[in-house]
């Protein structure tokens, strides 16, 4: 059984920092491709930053320079350190995964992503 378990969001004032995590059972993140995704209100879900079998990693250009994402094999849990937090990096975050060929192209909305945690706010104000 595979299952996914994001913490860390909450409200913080612009400027701050945040850390996700992303707890994984019943999969490994190192045979996959990782990501983070997140959709604020009314919006479309939006892919923020990948990470592939190799650590090759992929960010969003909204958050370039200013997120980071790691894994920690070892504990299969994934994160997501978060700087410089704007108002507009509000929204519900999620973690996913998929085959590891995915992260080579993929698509904007996760619809190729095959395995999904709940989701954790992130409110920046």
């Known amino acids: 059984h595979v299952q996914l378990v994001e913490s860390g969001g909450g409200s913080v004032q612009p400027g701050g920092s945040l850390r996700l995590s992303c707890a994984a059972s019943g999969v490994s993140f190192r045979l996959r491709c990782g990501a983070w995704f997140r959709q604020a209100p009314g919006k479309e879900r939006e892919i923020v930053a990948t990470i592939d079998s190799t650590d090759r990693i992929m960010y969003a250009d909204s958050v370039k320079g200013r997120f980071t994402i790691s894994e920690d094999d070892v504990e299969h849990i994934a994160y997501l350190q978060m700087n410089s937090l704007k108002v507009e990096d509000t929204g519900m975050y999620y973690c996913?995964?998929?085959?590891?060929?995915?992260?080579?192209?993929?698509?904007?909305?996760?619809?190729?992503?095959?395995?999904w945690g709940q989701g954790t706010q992130v409110t920046v104000s």
């Open positions: 996913a995964t998929a085959g590891r060929w995915v992260c080579t192209a993929p698509s904007k909305g996760g619809r190729d992503f095959d395995k």
